[in-house]
């Protein structure tokens, strides 16, 4: 389920992935509910030796405010075993141009560093014109228990694109989760903005 609103400085979307069959990530025990066809796709058609990353953003874009990355649900009573993941990013002005996003969960390996959890990912959600000042939207992972109630360390990573007409990609950029970012009535409990999710 997917909805949008705001006025022409701000347009919220929100995406939400339902458990519907379970699946096994194959990664410290972790059991994701509900894979995303679009990143089976994309695993599909990864190849060996993948184009050049697009250009970064400016200075404009990349150190905007409205630029960030949060985990703004996790495990709650109203929201049981779910990572919600909420970013933001400035448009650049030009309402033919497109903004999208790609939110991926990532857990914490044994050292410490983090990788990208096995059918994870939303895909890309085109968010609508870059003519607006700023865009936000959201996507939520399910999660069923783990075995002998392993506890697991969790964040999203967020790949922001500014893309033209034509679809080409003009700039991109990723984030992983911090704190500290206004989710308003999107977060649970309202305004919830963290770094990381535990969940066992």
């Not at 058609?45 to 990353?53: C, D, E, F, L, V």
């Not at 939303?122 to 936000?136: H, I």
């Not at 969790?154 to 080409?168: A, P, S, Y």
Request: aromatic letters at 8%; hydrophobic letters at 40%; glycine letters at 12%.
């Amino acid at each position: 389920m997917q909805a949008g609103g705001g006025s022409v400085d701000s347009v919220v979307g929100r995406a939400r992935s339902v458990a519907r069959a379970a699946v096994a990530a194959g990664v410290a025990g972790i059991l994701v509910a509900g894979a995303s066809p679009a990143w089976t796709s994309e695993a599909r058609a990864a190849s060996p030796h993948p184009p050049p990353a697009p250009p970064a953003p400016p200075a404009r874009l990349a150190l905007s405010s409205d630029l960030w990355a949060t985990v703004d649900v996790c495990n709650t009573p109203a929201h049981p075993r779910i990572l919600g993941i909420r970013a933001s990013m400035p448009g650049t002005g030009h309402r033919r141009e497109r903004l999208a996003m790609r939110f991926q969960a990532q857990f914490q390996q044994a050292d410490g560093t983090w990788a990208d959890l096995p059918a994870a990912s939303s895909g890309f959600r085109v968010l609508g014109s870059a003519g607006f000042k700023v865009r936000e939207s959201g996507w939520n992972f399910n999660f069923l228990p783990t075995p002998g109630g392993q506890r697991s360390m969790l964040r999203g990573l967020v790949v922001f694109q500014w893309r033209r007409h034509n679809g080409h990609v003009r700039y991109q950029t990723q984030l992983a989760t911090t704190a500290g970012h206004p989710t308003g009535a999107q977060g649970d409990p309202p305004n919830y903005s963290a770094d990381i999710c535990a969940l066992s």
